[in-house]
């Protein structure tokens, strides 16, 4: 039987890793699905064990994302049905930028002849204001350029290929045990006025979004949507944490957190985005979608995440 072939990018990291998690976790699909995942070193640790505990469904594809041509080559032209793309910031290490990440991925993905590309990018403000805000946060910025340029290549290609765009918000992942938690709650309580609200979202949660879009093309085709699961003041995400763990949310001390924000110019300017114009994700439509979407109690619950056992 023919299988739906699914590629996904970054399979052994943080997003990547979330819809390989959630496609394997659907119910029997017809076809089967047949996942590839994407690594750059198929003889890690990690990748290993990931092949291992899913034989027959998925398959390692060893590769350097940013040099696309050699990957498809290695794959019988139009075997692949569908594709999950994530970029990294330059920020986050990267030694390219997010567009010569994804653009000539975009490109040998449809010479390849996949029929539906899934981009996972930033929220800007809204389902339609993002189109237009490409805001002057550099990788915010650059995840737009990814946007209009997939959408654009789309209608010239006339129907060769779909597109969904996800837009998730600030990662609830941002608040596992550690250092950098006390940390992002400092520049939190340094850059944010009091009332003002943060909207958060699980990195579980992108992956069902990945999931759902990448199995359902027909339904997701041409959409591009905000992710998010809860949207909090921080004395609000203080008060959950503190009914949750029965602790204090982590913070580190205020100076610290204004330095951070001085010394990191991208994190600062991210941090004012947040501040002037915020993220604005209808929560419940997308809990429509998913309707176990976590919000930041029910994240602080699950025991992968550390704080509870």
Known sequence: MASNTILVIGATGQQGGAVVKALLELPTQTPPLRILALTRNAQADRAKKL????????????GDSSKPKPIFNSLPKGSVNS???VTTPAMGGSKLTEEEQALPLVDAAVEHGVKHIVFSSVERGGDER????????PHFL???????????????????FTWTILRPVAFLENFKPGMFCAVFTAMWASALSAETKLQLISVRDIGKFGAIALTEPAKWSKKAVGLAGDELTLDEARAKFDSVTGKKLPQAWGIFGKVMLWAIKEVGTMFQFFEDEGYHVDIEARRRDVPDLQNFAAWLKAPSNGWTN
């Not at 092949?51 to 060893?62: I, P, Q, T």
């Open 83 to 85: 594709i999950f793309i």
């Open 51 to 62: 092949a291992e505990s899913h034989k027959g469904v998925l398959e390692l594809v060893e």
């Open 130 to 137: 993002s189109w237009e805000n490409p805001t002057s946060v």
């Open 142 to 160: 650059a995840k737009h350029n990814i946007e209009i340029y997939l959408r654009d290549k789309a209608e010239k290609e006339q129907g060769k």
